[in-house]
């Protein structure tokens, strides 16, 4: 069972790699997610009570801690530490063009809570994906672009553009912060 599950987890990391180039979704994309949530024990937060005790415990950690996030919609702040780290790092990297804020359409959401349009194998239930805001200004969009872009060819994150609603989603993956250089850890 082991030696399928390897084989799987390889094919979908070489098809990953060549859609990385682009922001477009696929299933091969949600999958690498999925098996990625799984090869790492995460745990799937079934509902509110869940979430709660995840934050509790230490598990899940507060987005709501930095002041220069908005939040819009967020049904709960709380993503996995790594995740609140690639947030905070995010929002202070960005270009002033960008506006004083960043936006956090989503966090951790529970099982129960998925709306209609999530995927069955959505990470969101895990705390390992935030969703952003797409920005209105074409030089932060493309800014907004090009870094994530460059963090998913370094394997740190997958980054998908949705449409309904429209809004980034980013599954993060490792992300540590060495002084001012990003290093991967997977």
């Known amino acids: 069972m082991k030696g399928i599950f390897a084989v799987a987890v390889i094919l979908v990391i070489t098809a990953v790699q060549l859609e990385a180039q682009e922001l477009k979704g696929s299933p091969n994309s949600i999958a690498w997610q999925y098996l990625y949530a799984e090869s790492e024990g995460l745990k799937l937060f079934s509902n509110k009570k869940a979430?709660?005790?995840?934050v509790e415990n230490g598990t899940l950690v507060s987005l709501e801690d930095n002041p220069d996030?908005?939040?819009f919609e967020v049904s709960f702040p709380y993503v996995l530490p790594k995740t609140k780290q690639?947030?905070?790092w995010f929002e202070n990297a960005r270009p002033t063009e960008c506006g004083p804020k960043l936006v956090v359409t989503s966090g951790t959401r529970a099982l129960n809570r998925q709306p209609k349009n999530a995927h069955p194998l959505s990470i969101h239930t895990r705390g390992v994906s935030v969703d952003?805001?797409?920005?209105e200004d074409?030089?932060?969009w493309k800014w907004f672009r090009d870094t994530l872009l460059s963090l998913e060819n370094r394997?740190?994150?997958d980054v998908t553009l949705e449409t309904k609603p429209w809004h980034l989603h980013v599954a993060v993956f490792s992300f540590i912060q060495?002084?001012?250089?990003l290093v991967a850890t997977r």
Do not use: H
């Open 69 to 71: 996030l908005e939040f």
């Open 132 to 135: 952003l805001r797409i920005p």
């Open 138 to 140: 074409s030089r932060c």
């Open 155 to 157: 394997d740190m994150i």
């Open 86 to 88: 690639f947030v905070d």
């Open 178 to 181: 060495d002084g001012e250089e």
């Open 51 to 54: 979430v709660m005790k995840a």
